[in-house]
């Protein structure tokens, strides 16, 4: 199947600073990825969807000023964790839609540590 | 996209088949259904799908019941590498555009 990947695949960073996470789509071209997020112990939730060229949409309860999205290209899209805070600690994974293949592909994840 | 439940956790023994069960009672006509599954701090990996029709490739098998609301995947020799979390997920697969609504999934752990 395609790969998406992230970098970096785990990061540890003090409170108040920003964070970039990527996630480029390998061996096709991307119109649409997902940021997704994940704590310990639970399931996947959407943050946002991204379609190249236009502004991110965010799901209900996820600040947009807080997590900045950019999908300028058919192959990256960067989330950026603006003034992080230890509760942002968590597993943010991102996912590609392959249009050709009709199917979605996900990276495999950014560990996001916050001291 | 229609609503799907599934145990929170089962148990295998290595070498024998691993059969996860998920019910969707209220699927659509034209709602598929995918099962990805999480191995630990891993993004999520795509298994199969199907429609209506069972369905098989090299990971696994999908047996979809006639009246579509609900399914089993089966792992047929589950292998330690296996252990996992398995998400049935159910929707329109013209919708790729759209997001993967995930549920709680059920916990694999398969045992030597």
């Known amino acids: 199947g395609a790969v998406v990947s992230q970098h970096p695949s785990w990061v540890i960073c003090k409170s108040g600073t920003s964070v970039k996470i990527e996630c480029r789509s390998l061996?096709?071209?991307?119109?649409?990825m997902f940021w997704y997020r994940q704590f310990p112990k639970q399931s996947l939730m959407l943050m946002a969807t991204?379609?190249?060229?236009?502004?991110?949409?965010?799901e209900q309860g996820v600040e947009k000023d807080k997590f900045l999205i950019n999908h300028a290209s058919l192959t990256l899209s960067t989330l950026t964790v603006t003034s992080a805070h230890p509760e942002d600690s968590s597993f943010y994974i991102c996912?590609?839609?392959?249009?050709?293949?009709?199917?979605?592909?996900f990276g495999p994840g950014t560990r996001l540590t916050v001291l | 996209d229609a609503k799907t439940t599934q145990p929170p956790s089962m148990d295998c023994a290595e070498g024998r088949a691993a059969n996860l069960p998920c019910n969707h009672s209220?699927?659509?006509?034209?709602?598929?259904v995918y099962w990805y599954r999480q191995i630990h701090s891993q993004g999520p990996q795509y298994i199969i799908h199907?429609?209506?029709n069972n369905e098989t490739n090299e990971m696994a098998s999908l047996i979809i019941t006639e009246d579509r609301k609900s399914s089993t995947l089966i792992l047929p020799h589950a292998t330690l590498r296996d252990t996992a979390v398995y998400y049935c997920?159910?929707?329109?697969?013209?919708?790729?555009?759209?997001?993967?609504?995930f549920g709680g999934g059920t916990r694999l752990m398969v045992k030597p």
């Open positions: 997920i159910v929707r329109v697969a013209n919708n790729a555009g759209n997001m993967l609504t």
């Open positions: 199907g429609l209506k």
């Open positions: 996912s590609a839609r392959d249009g050709g293949a009709n199917q979605q592909f």
């Open positions: 061996d096709f071209q991307a119109t649409t």
């Open positions: 209220t699927i659509s006509g034209n709602e598929y």
């Open positions: 991204s379609n190249e060229g236009s502004k991110a949409t965010y």
